[in-house]
């Protein structure tokens, strides 16, 4: 046995140091790391190299800015002066309704078609139908049929009619404005024109706003048409239907006009000389003296020298190289595993652009659309988005180099600021440590909101050292909260995107899995309870035995729900599912045993595709036995040939599973962990020694089998995993443990 273990113990060693000879120029890392190196200058290049503008508004100035170039400058305030005054000759816009006018004149033509029938008509009957559609057709005027009888006889009717369709006609084809607007834009009018938008021609007339008329003005000059006062009553009352305005105000037209006009008014220029003091200590930041900073800078990036932006370029890329260069180390210190995967390698390197190119993204859109200083944009760029996600699909130290890396870059970014370094490694360490032990989605708001009081409190000691004014710490709150907020509900959203495509699977998911109501595990309850107690007992052998050599307790413990689902296909040919001693491999051949027991693992990665769980499950389920030999029905077999003298050679790969050996220290703890408790059943009135010797066997014969071959654990590492198991093997089979000189403490 002595001589096994050196053996093992050499053939680990030398699978080790071929590792370490491999992993000494990891070209894989190398390449996707320039990569990285060469995306962040791009998204670097074209920035203009000038000081950054960290002045915000109502801000006291921390320092006397003067100017190192002449340059040239608008002058808000005149050229603010000239918008207005262009926008103040732009004629408001009303809208045509032209049906206004088809409305009056039906209901003209019906009011004197009817009451020239009430006057012809010679029939009683005629009469009061005429009379009631006069009623209907002024309904809403104050009026009924006998007042305009009264006022209006037959000899009238042909006046009546001249004055109100020539009259209505004017009215409308030159506009009708409600009395409300007449008031309210004649009376503001900075000029007497007005722009009449016709809504069926879509074309536009620029009038004298007293030709048209408003409701009262048209109502009065339709009243002077008549002598007769009763007359002249009824006209009134008649307004109400017949003059209706037809010209209504458009806001949304008009504002564009006046905008257009703005844009329309040429920019006024100071020109100011090298050396003009932009800004002087403790003065109040005005949008003037933003925009001489601005244009400062502009023209002091125009006349820098090639060779200085030159040497700009390689400071920062020598920089960007060497902060790159210490989060790869960081990584390897932290997490070496991580990086044994080249997915995971492009995935961390998708990660480590997100600050940095947000940044950039933010830092353009404010200079395009003038939004935001930098003082204030710095708090909206989404330092912990990449963190969160780190920390949950590989964990805190995958997170605190990829956190480093977008702290160290968006500092560069903004001209070496050591505030922006300070609060984004103030974020990862925040994020890293509220996300580390995310167990819910929901959990990872509450991580976001933790993020936001952090910088808060940062905010707040930046703001008592530079004496911000108010306003802008306000801002600069309400960003972090934005930015915290917006960096926990877009790492909901990535998640299950990134688990899907790099085949990654986060804590959160196995702790979703480990729910036991999951349909798999309650058909395994009830259809093989065998195999459902087997896999609780050994997801607590292997909890156990991971968290001795501090592997990942969670995974190998969800793992060992799952690993054995393919027995549901056919559970009673399980020892464990096997009842009333009837076991079914009786009537079997060796062979046929061993093709049922083999089976399941085929069957249970089928099962696990069809109920789409995550990798590692699936690498549970065909590692678990790995390659390894049936050793009973292979035993049987053998007898068998030997009892009946027969000449059959035995193929040793018949009795073998057609898995892979383990290939993490979590799936060779499984492995173990499922022979030893399965072994364990066999035990007849067990003891510590009996269950001691029976572990040593079995792990024995497994590194004999090279079962842990690619398992990357240490001798060590085995020796614990071993006594963990024995140790928990021995509290659930032998609770009360016989000790010497007390037998008979066993049997009560």
Not at 104 to 132: C, D, G, P, V
Not at 295 to 321: C, T, W
Request: hydrophobic share 45%.
């Amino acid at each position: 046995m002595i001589l096994l273990k050196r053996k093992k113990n050499k053939r680990i060693a030398e699978r080790k140091t071929e590792t370490k000879i491999n992993t000494l120029i990891p070209w894989n890392i190398i390449g996707i790391g320039a990569m990285l190196w060469i995306i962040t200058l791009f998204i670097f290049i074209g920035d203009k190299f000038a000081p950054s503008i960290d002045l915000a508004e109502n801000q006291k100035a921390p320092e006397t800015i003067i100017s190192s170039v002449s340059f040239d400058c608008i002058n808000l305030k005149i050229t603010e002066a000239e918008k207005n005054s262009a926008a103040e000759k732009v004629p408001f816009v009303f809208e045509k309704e032209n049906t206004k006018l088809d409305i009056a004149n039906q209901k003209i033509n019906s009011l004197l078609t009817r009451l020239n029938q009430f006057y012809k008509s010679s029939n009683t009957n005629n009469q009061t139908e005429a009379f009631q559609s006069i009623n209907d057709i002024i309904i809403g005027s104050n009026l009924n049929a006998n007042d305009i009888i009264d006022a209006f006889s037959e000899n009238k009717l042909k006046l009546l009619q001249q004055n109100l369709t020539k009259n209505i006609n004017n009215f409308y084809v030159k506009g009708i404005i409600s009395n409300e607007d007449y008031e309210t834009y004649y009376n503001d009018k900075k000029n007497n024109l007005i722009d009449i938008f016709d809504d069926t021609k879509n074309t536009n007339s620029i009038v004298n706003i007293d030709n048209i008329f408003s409701e009262d003005i048209a109502l009065s000059l339709l009243i002077d048409e008549f002598n007769n006062d009763g007359q002249k009553r009824v006209i009134e009352n008649l307004s109400s239907i017949i003059i209706i305005p037809n010209l209504k105000y458009n806001n949304i037209l008009t504002e564009s006009n006046k905008s257009e006009a703005k844009n329309k008014v040429e920019l006024t220029y100071d020109k100011f000389p090298k050396e003009f003091v932009i800004v002087k200590e403790s003065d109040l930041v005005t949008k003037q003296t933003i925009e001489l900073l601005k244009a400062h800078n502009k023209q002091l990036s125009l006349e820098v020298d090639p060779s200085e932006v030159r040497l700009m370029y390689f400071g920062k890329s020598i920089l960007l190289l060497a902060g790159l260069i210490a989060s790869i180390v960081m990584l390897k210190l932290l997490d070496s595993d991580i990086l044994q995967k080249i997915e995971n390698v492009i995935l961390l390197s998708l990660l480590a652009l997100i600050t940095v190119s947000s940044a950039r993204l933010l830092s353009y859109l404010s200079i395009q659309l003038d939004l935001l200083p930098s003082v204030v944009l710095v708090y909206l760029v989404p330092h912990s988005l990449a963190v969160l996600l780190s920390v949950i699909l590989f964990g805190g130290g995958a997170a605190l180099s990829i956190g480093f890396w977008g702290s160290f870059a968006t500092a560069i970014y903004f001209d070496q600021s050591f505030n922006v370094f300070v609060l984004g490694i103030l974020t990862t360490v925040t994020a890293t440590t509220a996300a580390r032990n995310v167990h819910r989605r929901s959990n990872i708001y509450r991580a976001g909101l933790l993020i936001a009081l952090v910088n808060f409190l940062f905010t707040f000691i930046i703001y008592i050292f530079d004496q911000q004014e108010i306003t802008v710490l306000g801002i600069q709150l309400l960003g972090a909260l934005i930015s915290s907020i917006f960096s926990a509900s877009l790492t909901l959203v990535l998640i299950p995107l990134f688990e899907k495509l790099f085949g990654i699977t986060t804590d959160i998911t196995l702790l979703e899995l480990s729910d036991m109501s999951h349909p798999l595990l309650q058909k395994m309850a009830i259809q093989a309870p065998g195999t459902y107690h087997h896999s609780l007992m050994v997801a607590t052998l292997s909890q156990n035995a991971a968290e001795a050599i501090n592997a990942n307790s969670l995974l190998v413990r969800v793992s060992a729900y799952y690993h054995d689902i393919g027995k549901l296909a056919k559970p009673e040919f399980f020892s464990e599912n096997i009842q009333n001693n009837e076991n079914p491999h009786d009537n079997l051949s060796p062979h046929m045993s061993a093709l049922v027991i083999i089976a399941h693992v085929k069957e249970g990665l089928a099962l696990a595709k069809r109920h789409k769980l995550p990798t590692p499950i699936l690498d549970a389920i065909e590692q678990h036995h790995g390659n390894g030999l049936i050793h009973f029905f292979y035993e049987k077999a053998k007898r068998n040939i030997l009892d009946l003298n027969s000449d059959e050679e035995l193929n040793e790969a018949d009795f073998r599973y057609g898995g892979k050996p383990a290939e993490s220290p979590e799936m060779a703890i499984l492995s173990l962990a499922d022979a030893c408790e399965a072994a364990s059943r066999s035990i007849n009135k067990p003891t510590p020694q009996k269950i001691s010797n029976l572990i040593n066997e079995i792990f024995e014969q497994k590194l004999n089998d090279g079962q842990l071959d690619y398992a990357r654990l240490n001798m060590a590492e085995i020796n614990l995993v071993k006594k963990s198991i024995i140790f928990s093997l021995t509290n659930m089979l032998h609770g009360r443990v016989p000790y010497k000189n007390n037998e008979n403490l066993s049997n009560k």
